[in-house]
């Protein structure tokens, strides 16, 4: 584990605070995510509700986390109607099997892609990361060891998709000899 990446890291979440990069740099003694969470949720740079928080929440949290960037895109006030309408949980939007295309509309047109650290649980760790510090977050996560559960699943999803249309094994061309054809030969 590369520790000096995880400060890092915490000062790219958390957009430069020092009481972040400070608690970070001290306190390195649990695990990475956990910690980073931790330190990232008592500073308000990360958003944690349970699998069933309401979406509508999840949403203001979310925008309150982006210093109410959300709220000025077109489609945040109609994303927030429907989540007060339907009234469901917060998971049915993060992981079926990743987040909706609604969902990320509203945080990529603001300038930020949302993210989970992964922290075993049935929780989310949810961040905003800004778009063109992606790459950055993401290589200073691998150094060290902190996952992204959202990133993770967009990996498991393609290859998943890619299985499924991926075109069956050729058969054997005619006139060929069959496994079963080559056993009664040699006997």
């Not at 995510?33 to 949290?61: F, G, I, N, R």
């Not at 509203?106 to 990361?129: C, H, N, P, Q, W």
């Not at 890619?162 to 030969?185: F, Q």
């Amino acid at each position: 584990m590369d520790s000096q990446a995880l400060v890092q890291l915490a000062s790219l979440l958390s957009d430069g605070d020092p009481a972040v990069v400070a608690h970070m740099a001290g306190e390195l003694d649990e695990s990475e995510s956990y910690e980073l969470a931790e330190c990232l949720q008592d500073t308000a740079h990360l958003v944690h509700v349970d699998w069933k928080a309401p979406s509508d929440d999840t949403l203001m949290q979310l925008n309150s986390l982006s210093g109410d960037q959300l709220s000025a895109g077109a489609s945040y006030a109609r994303l927030l109607a429907q989540y007060q309408e339907t009234n469901c949980a917060i998971a049915q939007h993060l992981d079926e099997p990743l987040p909706t295309a609604e969902l990320l509309d509203v945080t990529r047109t603001a300038g930020f892609e949302l993210e989970s650290l992964d922290l075993g649980s049935d929780s989310y760790a949810l961040i905003l990361i800004p778009t063109a510090q992606l790459d950055t977050a993401y290589r200073l996560a691998e150094a060290c060891d902190v996952a992204f559960y959202f990133r993770w699943r967009r990996t498991v999803v393609a290859r998943e998709q890619a299985a499924a249309t991926a075109p069956p094994p050729p058969s054997p061309s005619p006139g060929a000899p069959s496994s079963r054809r080559w056993w009664k030969r040699k006997r």
